[in-house]
């Protein structure tokens, strides 16, 4: 099962990076290239423990549906997505916060499976799991824009 690792920092306190990286709004946002759109389940707002949301986007030349549910989360240090239905056998998604000193760590632990076999893992080998660590650290560019200015106001302070 391949595994992506991701750590960024972000200039700002963890509970912002905490909230801002549950955000179907923000989400949506950092994902606007694959006009991806919360459709069922949490559509906005912040998702929370135990919470669906669904997927729909376009990706490697497909509309893709995928739900996905909060399966675990220690407010401010940690929660974990994990698929429910989609195209993947499996998807499990840890996200650890650590404060440091001047700001956050974002740290990622993507894990999933593909459900094509052998085919699967030559797609994944030479592609998916690039393409995904490419969405990953997308996503984590603009948590950190926003964590960092005045943006994540319009996002939290609702």
Partial sequence: MPIIHLTTFVAAPVERVFDLSRSIDLHRKSMAHTREEAVAGTTMGLI???????????HLM??????????????????TDE???GDL???KHEHHFKQIENGTLLI?????????????ALIDKFYLKRYFQQLLERRNRVIRQY????KWTFLLNK
């Fill in 83 to 85: 698929m429910d239905k």
């Fill in 108 to 120: 990622d632990i993507f894990q999933y499976e593909t459900k094509q076999g052998f085919i699967g």
């Fill in 89 to 91: 056998k499996s998807m």
């Fill in 48 to 58: 929370g423990l135990n919470e669906t949301v669904t997927w729909k986007a376009r």
């Fill in 62 to 79: 497909k509309t893709r549906f995928m739900k996905v549910r909060i399966t675990a989360m220690d407010r401010p240090l940690s929660f």
């Fill in 147 to 150: 964590a960092e200015s005045d």
